[in-house]
């Protein structure tokens, strides 16, 4: 989860999260490198005092102003594509999560369960041992390893399913549904919120997943 002294992105529990960060990290050193070449040839431009007046082309400075931003753009631009087409490359799930938003709160139903259905409310500020507008009192538990597709739709307004630590944000939309998929590498708690302005209630509808080894899940799910 995101904390005071965090400066980047959330430690990563998904493929797809790590690929996002190393995509953050390549356009940010271009970008670094950019932004120091430029500043340095504006100082020393507005150093230097010596002038040419019959300077009238250099075509060898604009090849290089056109090729390079150029050839930047294609460093930026494949990666790019490439994590397009991961975000949406879609495999074999092993278990269904439809999700539902509501004004304000999330309802989940496990598809491949079809008795297993809750909704999950925010815990009131009061409650003792519980992190502060993030916890919720019924807990979406999700096996690891194991490919996840989510199924993501709203019962009234327009919501945002996200849950950065995963790489995952969907619009819910009314009528619509869309999917997302992911595997989650590791245990743990992942905290998400709603990212969309949906009303007056819209930062207390938290999302709390928790990654349990498969057996683990099969019992909780059982009982």
């Known amino acids: 989860m995101a ?9 990563s529990a998904s493929p797809l999260m790590e690929q996002l960060i190393f995509f953050h990290d390549h356009t940010m050193i271009i970008l670094i490198l950019i932004t120091i070449l430029i500043s340095y ?3 020393n431009i507005l150093t230097n005092l010596l002038l040419n007046r019959l ?3 250099g075509q060898e400075i604009e090849t ?3 090729l390079t931003p150029a050839l ?14 991961l975000i949406d490359e879609t495999i074999d799930p092993e278990l269904t999560l439809k ?14 369960f079809p008795s297993l259905e809750f909704d999950s409310y925010m815990l009131p500020i009061e409650s003792p041992n519980q992190f502060r507008l993030l916890d919720v009192d019924n807990r979406t538990i999700l096996p690891y390893n194991l490919p996840l597709r989510f199924l993501v739709t709203s019962d009234d307004v327009i919501h945002s399913w996200a849950v950065p630590s995963l790489g995952l944000k969907m619009d819910a939309v009314p009528g619509r549904m869309n999917q997302l998929f992911t595997l989650i590498k590791r245990p ?6 709603c990212s969309e302005i949906c009303g007056a209630n819209h930062s207390f509808m938290p999302i709390v997943i928790e990654s349990v080894p498969t057996k ?3 019992h909780w799910s059982n009982t």
Not at 78 to 84: A, Y
Not at 99 to 112: K, T
Not at 188 to 193: A, E, K, P, R, S
Request: proline share 2%; hydrophobic share 55%.
């Open 55 to 57: 300077l009238l082309e």
């Open 216 to 218: 683990t899940f099969i």
């Open 3 to 11: 904390t005071m002294n965090n400066l980047s992105f959330q430690d």
């Open 188 to 193: 743990g708690l992942f905290f998400g919120q």
């Open 99 to 112: 999700i539902i938003a509501h004004q304000w709160y999330w309802s989940y139903e496990y598809s491949d």
């Open 64 to 66: 290089f102003w056109t």
């Open 41 to 43: 040839i504006i100082s």
């Open 72 to 85: 930047l753009l294609v460093f930026i631009a494949f990666p790019s594509l490439r994590l397009l087409y």
